[in-house]
């Protein structure tokens, strides 16, 4: 796959911004390798100038009376290409479970949605030498009785919760290790039915994506803090799709 590079611009940004930083970005990010994850109440903005563009969460189940929730099938019906699912804030501050992240994946896939499963380790995990045990737990879970054909339409963000906003970032040769894991876990679970693109997220900014981008085992990067800047994420988007 070529590398793609996933802006998460989580809760962030008013309405004037979000015109600001849509003019500003403007003829320069347009690619159908940058896919722009905005509050969903901006999504048509995006959509209007042709972005690629995903949700950051769907609900864990089909349309009904969950008052605040959004649907995969809606996303779906608005032609929204992509949602990330399971994202660590997810995990974390909303207590969402994998099997909350199962369903979720369950009703994307059968919504024709790409997902961008994120999974990652905390910092006492890691500390606790039990980084490869968590993330293949979190792998096994999410990907519970999901079909190999299915697999296409999911991309893994790697995403070490001990980086994500802090400015540490893993040595290259750590992601290419956990990479390499992610990608044979995924290959057991599925005997080597598919190859599954792996992301990697967490501090990348407009400086250390030149290193990042040596790394030929990721599959391009997932970007949250840095994607607010237009000039950031368009230096980004330069190193790693040229
Ligand atoms: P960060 O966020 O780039 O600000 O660390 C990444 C993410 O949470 O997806």
Not at 19 to 25: M, Q, V
Not at 131 to 149: C, G, H, R
Not at 184 to 208: A, Q
Request: aromatic share 6%.
């Amino acid at each position: 796959m070529e590398k793609i590079v996933v802006a998460n611009l989580k809760m962030n940004l008013n309405l004037e911004q979000i015109k600001l930083y849509i003019n500003e970005i403007d003829g320069l990010i347009n690619s159908n390798r940058v896919i722009i994850c905005p509050s969903y109440i901006y999504i048509p903005y995006f959509l209007n100038k042709n972005y690629l563009v995903g949700t950051q969460n769907i609900a864990s189940t089909e349309d009904g009376a969950y008052t605040g929730e959004v649907s995969a099938s809606q996303v779906s019906s608005m032609n929204i290409p992509y949602t990330i699912v399971g994202h660590s804030e997810r995990r974390s501050i909303f207590n969402e479970t994998s099997v909350e992240v199962n369903k979720k994946v369950k009703l994307a896939l059968s919504n024709n949605l790409k997902v961008i499963l994120c999974i990652g380790e905390t910092k006492e995990e890691k500390d606790n030498g039990l980084t490869n045990s968590v993330l293949s737990l979190q792998l096994k879970e999410s990907l519970l009785e999901i079909d190999a054909n299915l697999l296409e339409n999911v991309i893994i963000a790697y995403e070490p919760v001990w980086s994500i906003g802090t400015g540490n970032i893993p040595t290259n040769e750590d992601i290419i290790e956990i990479t390499n894991y992610i990608k044979s876990t995924v290959n057991n679970i599925y005997n080597n039915l598919v190859n599954i693109p792996v992301l990697y997220g967490g501090s990348v900014n407009e400086k250390n994506i030149f290193q990042l981008n040596e790394i030929n085992e990721i599959d391009g990067v997932l970007v949250g803090g840095a994607s607010l800047s237009s000039s950031k994420l368009n230096i980004i988007k330069e190193v790693v799709i040229k």
